[in-house]
């Protein structure tokens, strides 16, 4: 198992948050900025900083990309998240290697604050059913490219 497989997978995974994605993508993102603005809610940020933040993101506790904040890293996993007010979020990419094949996990957790955190919840949800097998598939694509 190798931490630059971990990075990897996490640059993957921001970078098919940000602009390189299919129309369908960057619409449901622009659905959600606008509707947690609504909220008063923190978006991801512009493209033009997410892309200076990849560069030079080492995954090191405490850097983020985007949302995402470097929370714990062992050599098969890193663990990010954010807290905000209307609700916390941790998500770990762990990377287990399995005889000739690797096996990637992305286990979110979630806990909503108040009422705010439902409603935005609520709306994202399934919106995330739709788009995390869209970028599951191109982190494994991209994985097995490298």
């Not at 923190?42 to 506790?61: L, P, Y």
């Not at 405490?62 to 209307?86: C, M, P, S, W, Y």
């Not at 000739?100 to 009422?115: G, R």
Request: hydrophobic share 45%.
């Amino acid at each position: 198992m190798s931490l630059s497989k971990l990075l990897l997978m996490l640059f993957v995974f921001v970078s098919n948050l940000n602009a390189q994605n299919p129309a369908s993508t960057i619409w449901l993102f622009k659905i959600r900025d606008m509707f947690v603005k609504l909220l008063g809610l923190k978006t991801a940020g512009c493209e033009e900083d997410v892309r200076e933040e990849i560069t030079s993101f080492k995954g090191n506790v405490g850097e983020k990309i985007a949302l995402f904040q470097v929370r714990a890293r062992a050599e098969n996993e890193i663990f990010t998240g954010q807290d905000d007010d209307h609700l916390n979020f941790g998500l770990s990419f762990y990377l287990e290697h399995e005889e000739d094949k690797y096996v990637i996990s992305l286990i979110t957790i979630v806990k909503l604050n108040n009422i705010s955190g439902k409603i935005y919840f609520a709306f994202v949800k399934p919106i995330h059913i739709i788009l995390m097998p869209m970028i599951l598939h191109r982190l494994k694509n991209r994985l097995l490219n490298t």
